[in-house]
């Protein structure tokens, strides 16, 4: 899991980000989270200061499309990871998207599913 980027847009939604970003720090072995703030203040800013590998980019124009392609030119992982400012990941979800890529290295994507109790469900 060394080489997996996580992007994740958001906008104005401080405490939403916060409860992700414990989520991953189960997660210790990822290569890096970007953040992409549109915010309009500076509340997630001041969250994430300080987060180790967690690179924090703001982007004045709010677009979940520009801020996707931000996270992709500053990130350094050779797999990067899309997800939504409000969720969080079970405990497999990283292992399930590097076995999908190991048993298909064709495949270009991975995709989760939510469940019912609104959870990432595991690949």
Known sequence: MH???VIIPT??????ISVTLSSLK????LKEVI???Q???DKTKKLVK???NVKYIYSSLPSITIARNKGVKVSSGSLLCFIDDDVTLGKNYFQEIMRVFNEHPEA???AAYI????EIQDL
């Open 50 to 52: 300080g987060m180790k």
């Open 35 to 37: 953040i992409i703030d």
């Open 11 to 16: 906008y104005n939604r401080p405490h939403d």
């Open 39 to 41: 915010s309009n203040d």
């Open 108 to 110: 270009k994507a991975a």
């Open 115 to 118: 469940r019912e109790n609104r």
């Open 3 to 5: 080489d997996i980027s």
């Open 26 to 29: 189960e997660f210790s072995d």
